[in-house]
């Protein structure tokens, strides 16, 4: 339960990011906007976070590395979503 309940908060700052980031902006494309907001300022600060777990604890890189990617990529279509949404052309 508590593992669901970490996921939510996650996400819930994430959306909170991203309501924050995304007029300061300045480009009109909605992939522009979605390739910063998800590789730029999401992707950056996961990966300098999730592979600083390594040098702590033993962990899987491999797994680590995917799981890393499928979020980056995730947040990446879901900003493009809300910005197609939003009517950002």
């Known amino acids: ?9 996650t996400d819930i ?5 991203f309501d924050y980031f995304n007029p300061l902006i300045e480009s009109e ?13 999401f992707g950056v600060d996961l990966f300098a976070f999730n592979f600083f777990v390594p040098i702590v604890f033993h962990a899987d890189i491999l797994d680590l590395f ?3 990617i499928v979020d980056i990529v ?4 879901g900003s493009c979503i809300i ?5 950002t052309l």
């Open 13 to 17: 700052v994430i959306g909170l990011v």
């Open 29 to 41: 494309s909605i992939i522009t906007k979605s390739l910063i907001l998800g590789f730029v300022i």
């Open 74 to 77: 995730f947040v990446f279509i």
């Open 83 to 87: 910005n197609y949404k939003k009517g």
């Open 66 to 68: 995917i799981r890393t």
């Open 1 to 9: 339960m508590s593992y669901i309940i970490c996921i939510i908060g």
